[in-house]
């Protein structure tokens, strides 16, 4: 069975009111056979809540044996997230491809491949490279979005999921800024759909997505929450 949460194990988790609404008013109507307590597949609350949401509901939706699939899948939509925007960095800055090489980095460390003294390196340039970013909003975000997407990369499991959401916010950021100002909006909304489009194919496991994370259906901690307070 697919990453999966339950009504019961929202309520557990302290899901926001916001968050948890939105996602029973959509169970309710889809599934209404779905008990209090029936599993539902993580990917559906794509269908009714946000980005962010649906995150920090992968971050519990795995325990024991499969924490590393989790923060791998994490780290991996992360850099989705962040690559997506890089040519907006790369327009203002097409020489400095330490934005590349970091995610780069950030991707085979998901996978057990990178050194230590890559991530040293890739850490630092993160750094010298968002701040000769400054200047432009669109830039500084792409690479605030790469940043993050590499932070994830070093951090453990349980901050995976926060550095994967400021990738995600800071790559709609960049999407904005980069479009004239009456398009702002509709750019930013595009971008945070086409990352909800992606975290739904990551938990659905269909083909072309980064990973998969499967969940034994009986595991304590399978699918503790949608939203966060």
Not at 95 to 117: L, M, S
């Amino acid at each position: 069975m697919w990453a999966c949460t339950s009504l019961a194990r929202l309520k557990q988790a302290q899901a926001c009111a916001e968050g948890f609404a939105k996602f029973k008013r959509h169970i309710k109507k889809t599934l209404p056979f779905v008990g209090e307590e029936d599993p539902v597949p993580l990917a559906v609350a794509c269908q009714s809540n946000d980005v962010s949401d649906v995150l920090w509901g992968l971050r519990h939706a795995s325990c024991e044996p499969y924490n590393d699939a989790r923060q791998r899948v994490l780290r991996e939509l992360a850099c989705d997230f962040a690559e997506r925007v890089l040519e907006i960095f790369e327009r203002r800055h097409p020489d400095d491809k330490r934005p590349r090489q970091c995610i780069e980095v950030a991707r085979r460390f998901a996978r057990g491949e990178a050194t230590d003294e890559e991530r040293r390196q890739a850490r630092a340039d993160a750094s010298a490279s968002a701040a000769s970013a400054s200047a432009a909003a669109a830039a500084a975000y792409a690479a605030y979005a790469y940043a993050s997407a590499y932070a994830s990369a070093a951090a453990d499991a349980y901050a995976a999921y926060a550095y994967a959401s400021d990738a995600a916010a800071a790559a709609a950021a960049a999407a904005a800024y980069a479009s004239a100002y009456a398009s702002a909006s509709a750019a930013r909304r595009t971008e945070r759909q086409w990352q909800l489009d992606r975290l739904a194919a990551v938990l659905r496991g269909e083909g072309g997505a980064t990973t998969s994370l499967e969940v034994a259906p009986n595991s304590p901690d399978a699918g503790e929450g949608i939203g966060h307070e």
